[in-house]
């Protein structure tokens, strides 16, 4: 099963453009920045964990990996990793970028004590619209918008967190029961 789940995610991750640049996090930050109601974060949040590229695919039984970095006002403090396993009615694989505002101290003290998970009310926004518009991985999406740039959605924080994701490629259809767990890792 794990040799399935690999292969799986692996073909998602066949979806994700690489980036031209040699520093995903820029990129993905800049793409976050530009889109609509998650740029008006930027301004506001405590710190922020960027991951570039998730793949996630699954038939019955999915999986999702990705790795990321962790800000605190603006400067890198460490490392995060961020897996999923879903099982439910769910065929495809895809691949997205994520980002997960942190309101203040106490929830950026919250994400990086180590192991992380986001409980089933947890969702996100995802930014595009398209065949996986359908962007939550935390739970169900509570919108979506025609493209990158012009996100008409509207974000908030829940339990000092607010999480956004913009669809890379691919195509999963999904109804699944599943969460994040995100690992962390302090900066030497």
Do not use: C
């Amino acid at each position: 099963m794990v040799r399935f789940l690999t292969a799986l995610l692996a073909l998602a991750t066949l979806a994700i453009p690489l980036s031209s640049r040699a520093d995903p996090y820029s990129d993905t930050i800049a793409l976050f920045k530009k889109a609509g109601q998650s740029a008006t974060f930027f301004d506001s949040a405590y710190g922020y964990a960027v991951f570039p590229s998730i793949g996630k695919g699954g038939v019955g039984i999915g999986g999702a990996y990705g790795k990321g970095q962790v800000y605190e006002k603006g400067k890198v403090i460490g490392d995060t990793s961020m897996t999923q396993v879903s099982v439910g009615l769910q065929l495809g694989g895809q691949g997205f970028s994520q980002i997960i505002f942190f309101e203040d101290d106490r929830s950026l003290k919250e994400f990086t004590s180590g192991n992380f998970e986001f409980g089933a009310e947890a969702s996100a926004i995802a930014i595009t619209a398209s065949a996986g518009a359908k962007g939550s991985t935390t739970g169900s999406s509570v919108g979506a918008s025609g493209g990158k740039n012009d996100a008409k959605t509207i974000g908030k924080y829940h339990k000092g967190m607010a999480t956004f994701t913009i669809a890379k490629g691919g195509l999963m259809y999904e109804a699944t029961l599943s969460g994040q767990k995100f690992k962390y890792t302090p900066k030497k």
